[in-house]
């Protein structure tokens, strides 16, 4: 066995696994493919306007831009955890980042829409191999007691990456380094990718199901076409004036998703492996998390991508400008998340703060720019957007705590790849959602006016799906473990319990 499959000298308890020597180094690489992912999904909402004004395309292309990536994700997300079960996590993540590095470089040198969304998908695809095996290696690599301490690290981690994207994005455009432009947002991907495999080679554990397995291709073509049945008409289908096509499609995917369903219930019964283990959905927290991700996600994603719009195509601003703009609401979580260590002893009240929270913030851009008009400035957001941001801090800090605490070893890569292609699906249906709501408000001649007028609409639909998350989120239960609990509750409130 090799020194990095070595563990801590100290003996844990029996009913506790021993924890893995280079844990910490791991979880380092781990963030850093996260944070890749999440550069690769907020640039394009800063570049997109020059890459248009570039190399061409029409409206839906800055919507494809994001939900192209996004989609391919969600496809490719249940099968990158099934694969890290059979084949090995390490392997499938050093896999995964290498092809996010050939992707990377596809987007790089891209002579048309239709070239860089293909390369979106190509980025997408092979991300989808490589992130949920992070989530199932930390489920190995960290000891109950210290496993939420790890995921909280995701918090300032995926902050600071907020933070420093949209700045990164509009000086790489704005710096038109060597004359590469926006291209410049996708080149950068090549040495940080490079040094996330060797650190995965040095440092990420050997890590797969302790029982043979299979992939469900029927599953992953049923559920791949149901994403892509609702998430094309939405985007395209405004361009078309919404041809009957469009809302056929859409009725299709609710068929569709029902069959996937089906499918893998027999699949199961008939001693197979599905592509989600069907334990999952008789966990509490898991099958609540996935609603709250799916509606809270597709809220912020679509949030994001029509903000950066107005503020460059409505507003003027240049892309670093535009990048700037959008830093009070990263730091806002920052702060939410170091908030919520003080209050995470109130579990599941937390999220439900900070989805009210978050909605009061949407509010308040809503008042700004109301007052302020088509002459708003970034230091006139600046507030709303930080109360916004501290209340996604507060709901995104103990989220993924509470949704795998209860998930078991073998269902370890299921659940992550479920549960993060639920997160990129949200992603993708926002994104065509909001954005197809704000152009179609945007009427065929924009002014200020309309762009004013469609913002605030826009912002009452974010609210909405705020509400609902409030709502939602009292599916989840109310402590992720039952020691996080106090005296007298229940324990059928905790993750340890079925439904």
């Known amino acids: 066995m090799s020194t990095h499959a070595e563990v801590a000298t100290s003996t844990p308890p029996a009913d506790e696994p021993a924890p893995y020597r280079w844990r910490w180094a791991a979880l380092f690489v781990i963030l850093a493919a996260e944070v890749m992912d999440l550069l690769d999904a907020m640039v394009t909402n800063i570049a997109g306007p020059t890459i248009r004004t570039d190399i061409g395309g029409s409206a839906s292309t800055l919507q494809w831009l994001g939900a192209a990536y996004t989609l391919a994700m969600t496809t490719g997300l249940l099968t990158g955890g099934r694969l890290g079960d059979i084949f090995g996590r390490k392997r499938m993540f050093v896999i995964g980042a290498a092809g996010f590095v050939v992707g990377s470089l596809l987007c790089a040198v891209a002579q048309s829409p239709e070239t860089l969304i293909a390369a979106r ?3 997408g695809l092979f ?25 909280v690290l995701f918090g300032p981690v995926m902050g600071l990456a907020s933070v420093g994207g949209p700045i990164l994005a509009g000086w790489l455009v704005d710096a038109d380094f060597f004359g ?29 199901s302790p029982h043979a ?51 893998e219930a027999r699949k199961s019964r008939a001693g197979g492996d599905p592509l989600i283990v069907p334990s999952l959905f008789r966990k509490r927290a ?42 009070p609401w990263s730091v806002g979580m920052i702060l939410g998340m170091g908030i919520m260590q003080t209050v995470k002893r109130f579990g599941r009240k937390v999220l439900h703060g900070g989805a009210l929270i978050m909605a009061l913030g949407a509010l308040g851009v809503y008042l700004t720019i109301d007052m302020a008009g088509i002459g708003v400035t970034p230091w006139q957001l600046a507030p709303a957007l930080i109360v916004t941001g501290i209340g996604m801090g507060l709901l995104m800090g103990p989220f993924f705590d509470i949704v795998l605490a209860g998930v078991e070893q073998h269902e370890t890569g299921s659940a992550s790849g479920t549960l993060t292609a639920v997160q990129q699906l949200g992603n993708a249906f926002g994104v065509a959602l909001l954005g197809t709501i704000f152009f179609d408000l945007l009427g065929p001649v924009p002014t200020g006016t309309t ?46 319990a079925s439904t």
Request: aromatic share 14%; hydrophobic share 55%; charged share 15%.
């Open 121 to 123: 998908v190509v980025q």
């Open 213 to 263: 397995l299979k992939l469900d291709l029927p599953g992953v073509v049923i559920a791949s076409l149901a994403a892509v049945l609702i998430v094309f008409p939405l985007v395209q289908g405004r361009e078309s004036d919404w041809p009957v096509w469009s809302f056929i499609m859409i009725g299709a995917s609710v068929v569709t998703f029902a069959l996937f369903g089906w499918f």
């Open 180 to 208: 590469t432009g926006w291209r410049m947002i996708f080149i950068i991907n090549l040495p940080f990718g490079l040094a996330a495999i060797l650190g995965a080679l040095r440092f990420l554990p050997e890590s797969r």
């Open 286 to 327: 898991f099958t609540g998390g996935l609603l709250t991700g799916v509606v809270f996600f597709s809220g912020m994603a679509g949030f994001m991508l029509v903000f950066n719009l107005y503020t460059q195509i409505g507003l003027g601003y240049s892309p670093i400008k535009a990048g700037l703009a959008g830093v």
């Open 127 to 151: 991300g989808a191999v490589m992130l949920p095996q992070g989530l199932g290696m930390i489920k190995e690599m960290f000891p109950p007691k210290e496993m939420q301490s790890a995921f």
């Open 451 to 496: 762009f004013e007028h469609a913002m605030k609409i826009t912002l009452w639909v974010v609210a909405g799906m705020l509400l609902l998350t409030f709502l939602v989120a009292f599916l989840l239960p109310k402590y992720a473990r039952e020691e996080d609990a106090p005296e007298g509750d229940a324990p059928k409130e905790v993750v340890s």
